[in-house]
Each structure stands twice: as structure tokens, then as C-alpha cells.
């Protein structure tokens, strides 16, 4: 029972200096968030010792009287948390993660070497949605199943509907999977779903990215017009790190999709439940249900749109011109730097962003843009003027990267390298890691 830093001050002293970054630093990254502290000790309690293969009431292991109380509690806030009428759609809150989560429902829905079309990894889809490249499969979703991807229009950026439905009528996918990790615009569901049926295709939505403010109510929602709705609970949702599926219960064709969704999870893809994560997610759903998360929703969208706003009024080219969600693209090519030297540049002035690829880049590993996310700056409060400080900061860091790129080797290079290291160790103040953001 003695404490960490007793036990593991190793352990403790990583995780110290990993707080100390998250909370001097400017989290950008589209994929993050900062889970509430009730959540988190939810997700520290001694729920992790506790075995439970198997569904409330059906279990392999005895003394889960508890353990099915909360997953019924955590199925039901998470119908809640998304307006959905029980005797419609059902949930498995049992994921490990968004991966499993995604993989699961494939298996559910489609059989080995089945075909299935996701958005393609370049346009801003996910791993899991069927990728692969000339060279590899690698992905689970493209080695046990066939897919062909859909992509964007090259000049608006935005989903290519028509060309997705002439390849749809070619390709006959048995499974249509729409969500994206980078696309900053709003889905069409009504139009997928119109594609799907026309070809007698699943409709899969996964809304790993926007599920918190979908939930929200501020963006178009999936259920409609989906068969299943898979999402990631710690992105702006803002939850512990893992994942669930919606399915539907009430269609004629497919009575057994409860049970087929089920059993996807347990037994076919994973083993006993994360009772300690299934505890975090109820608390993190009782939290969006609250009215303070409609804000929090909207100030995430007011912010990216301020963050995008700033960018553009400096001369930068975004994809698709702006934002919908929490999500900005920004495409760096028109100014010739590399979105891995910018990313590198932000990491030394303490802003983490990610390198990602924009539509029309040659390769996956040098890709041209940059993937902004304003989920966790909202989470710490930050309104638009805020915002607008810290897109003023990313011009900097822009135009320090393009000043690097022609000195490498300079003083200025090394001078930066220097104070940003030492800030970086912690040797010098919050303030420091500051100035030399607006030096
Ligand atoms: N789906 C989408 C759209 C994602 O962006 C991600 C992760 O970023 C995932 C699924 C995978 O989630 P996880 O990392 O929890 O496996």
C-alpha cells in the first residue's frame, strides 16, 4: 500500500515530467484530450483486479455482482450521452481501444476477404478502415478483408461522394465505412446511406474523432443512418483510452447483430473486460450528459474555427479552406517546409502538433501539412483570443522552421536548440518556454 514514489520513484519521476509537459506545454494534437481527475481515479481503482469474461448476467467467472452493475450503468449513460432509444440500438462497452473496437465490428459485419471501402489513409481515414500500400498490407483490416479506399476531392478537399458511388456500383463492397482521423468537414450520412443501400452494403460510421460533439449535438449525427457506430472514448469525448460499438437492434435483415457484435468482441477479439476503463467511461458519459458539455462542445468548435481563422489571415493555405469540428489541416507545401521540421520546431517551443499528410502528397513519411486539434486547449479553458495567441505562436514557429531550413548548421539554429533544450529539461520556467515562443 506505499505509495508510488516509494515503491517506483522511477516510475513516478517519468510520470511527473510528463505532467509537467502536458500542463506548460500546448496540446494540439487532434487526437487528445485531458480526461477529468474523477475519471482518471475511476480508471485507478481496484476494478482492474477483477475478471469478468463474458456479458452482465452471462459471465465465466464468478463474484461480478458489481462488475455487471457497471457495465449495465455504463451501457445505459452511453445511450444517454447520445439520444438513443434503447429498444433502437444497443452498445458494447467492452473495447480496449478504437482499434479493437473497429476491428470487432468488421468481424461482426463481414466474413474473411469480404470487400469493404473506407475513406483512404492519405484523404484523412484510419488504419483500420482497410489500409495498405503497394508495397504491404498491414493492417489487419486489409489483410483479413478486401477493401478499395474512397478518397477526397483534390482541389475542395472535401469527400468525393460521386466517384465513392461509381466505385461502389464497380466494387460492391459489403461494408461501407465512413469517419476520418484528418478531415475537417462534416459527413453526409443521408448520401452514404442513399450509396450503401444501393448496394446492399453495411453503413459503418466511426466517430472516433467527433464523438464528443456529436453527443453535443453540434455536428450531423450517424445514427440515423448507420448500422454501426464505433468511436474512441478519449478523444473529444474525453474519456479513458478505449473504445465502443453501437449497433442497431431493430433491423428486419439482421435480428442477430446484438448478439453478432457481442460475440465479436468477446470471444473473438478480445478476453476479459477493463473494468477500471468501463468505470471511466461511465463517469466521462455522466459528464457529457451534463449541460456544461454543449459549451464545451461549442467553445472546442468556436476555437478551432479562431485557430483557422488566424492561420488563413497570415496567408496559409487550409485544406478545405476552414473547419466543421475541433479539427484544422493545415496544408504547408504553397510555403515549402515539411510538416516533420515544423512538428520538430513546435516541439522545442513546447507546442505538440502532428505531421500529416495533405491531398496530393507524394509519401506517408514526408508528409506536407500538419493536423491541429483545440479539444484539450478548450478542456484547460482557452476561448478564441487565447486561440488566436496560439496561431500566432504556429506563425512563428513557421517562419522560425523556414528561417532553420536555409541556416542549418547556424547559430540561430543552435542558439534555439539550446534554449529550448533546457527548457525542455525544466531547468528554466513556464515563462521562458514562453518568451521564447513569442521572442
Ligand atoms: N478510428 C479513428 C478514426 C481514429 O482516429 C483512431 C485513432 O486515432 C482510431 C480509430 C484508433 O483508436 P485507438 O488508438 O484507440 O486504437
Known amino acids: 500500500y506505499a505509495p508510488l514514489a516509494e515503491i517506483d520513484p522511477e516510475v513516478k519521476n517519468i510520470i511527473d515530467k510528463e505532467t509537467w509537459r502536458q500542463f506548460t506545454g500546448l ?78 465490428a468488421l468481424t461482426a459485419l463481414i466474413q474473411p476477404q469480404d470487400r469493404l471501402m473506407g475513406l483512404g489513409l492519405p484523404d484523412g481515414g484510419h488504419l483500420t478502415h482497410g489500409y495498405y500500400t503497394a508495397k504491404k498490407k498491414m493492417t489487419a483490416s486489409s489483410i483479413y478483408f478486401q477493401s478499395l479506399p474512397y478518397s477526397i476531392i483534390p482541389d475542395s478537399g472535401l469527400i468525393d461522394y460521386e466517384k465513392l458511388a461509381a466505385q461502389a456500383k464497380i466494387y460492391k463492397p459489403k461494408l461501407i465505412i465512413c469517419g476520418a482521423s484528418a478531415y475537417p468537414r462534416d459527413w453526409d450520412y443521408a448520401r452514404l446511406k442513399e450509396i450503401a443501400s444501393k448496394e446492399g452494403a453495411w453503413l459503418m460510421a466511426d466517430i472516433a474523432h467527433t464523438s464528443g460533439l456529436i453527443a453535443a449535438q453540434e455536428l450531423n449525427s450517424p445514427f440515423e443512418y448507420c448500422d454501426v457506430v464505433t468511436t474512441t472514448t478519449h478523444k473529444t469525448l474525453r474519456g479513458p483510452r478505449a ?16 448478439k453478432r457484435v457481442n460475440d465479436a468482441v468477446f470471444p473473438a477479439c478480445q478476453g476479459g473486460p477493463h473494468n477500471n476503463t468501463i468505470a471511466a467511461i461511465a463517469t466521462s458519459l ?15 468548435i468556436a476555437n478551432a474555427r479562431a485557430l483557422s481563422e488566424t492561420l488563413v489571415g497570415h496567408g496559409y493555405k487550409l485544406q478545405t479552406g476552414g473547419t466543421d469540428n475541433h479539427l484544422v489541416l493545415w496544408d504547408l507545401r504553397p510555403i515549402g517546409v515539411t510538416g516533420s521540421k515544423v512538428e520538430k520546431v513546435c516541439d522545442l517551443m513546447g507546442i505538440t502538433i502532428n505531421k500529416n499528410a495533405v491531398s496530393g502528397d507524394a509519401s506517408a513519411q514526408v508528409p506536407g501539412g500538419i493536423r491541429l486539434g483545440t479539444s484539450a486547449l478548450t478542456s484547460r479553458d482557452m476561448r478564441e483570443d487565447d486561440i488566436r495567441q496560439v496561431g500566432e505562436f504556429l506563425h ?19 542558439d534555439f536548440v539550446r534554449v529550448a533544450t533546457t527548457a525542455e529539461e525544466g531547468k528554466v520556467g513556464h515563462q521562458q518556454v514562453r518568451d521564447l515562443r513569442t521572442e
Open 286 to 300: 455522466k459528464q457529457v450528459a451534463q449541460p456544461e458539455w454543449k459549451a464545451y462542445a461549442k467553445q472546442v
Open 396 to 414: 512563428r514557429a513557421v517562419q522560425i522552421s523556414l528561417v532553420l531550413q536555409k541556416e542549418a548548421g547556424s547559430k540561430l539554429l543552435k
Open 27 to 104: 496540446e494540439l494534437i487532434a487526437s487528445e484530450n485531458l480526461t477529468s481527475k474523477a475519471a482518471m481515479e475511476a480508471n485507478g481503482s481496484i476494478l482492474t483486479n477483477k475478471y469478468s469474461e463474458g456479458l452482465p448476467n452471462a459471465r465465466y467467472y464468478g463474484g461480478n455482482e458489481y462488475i455487471d452493475e457497471l457495465e449495465v450503468l455504463c451501457r445505459k449513460r452511453a445511450l444517454e450521452a447520445f439520444h438513443l432509444d434503447a429498444s433502437q440500438w444497443g452498445v458494447n462497452v467492452q473495447p480496449y481501444s478504437g482499434s479493437t473496437a473497429n476491428f470487432a
Open 243 to 258: 473504445g465502443l460499438i453501437f449497433f442497431r437492434k431493430d433491423l428486419e435483415h439482421a435480428k442477430d447483430l446484438e
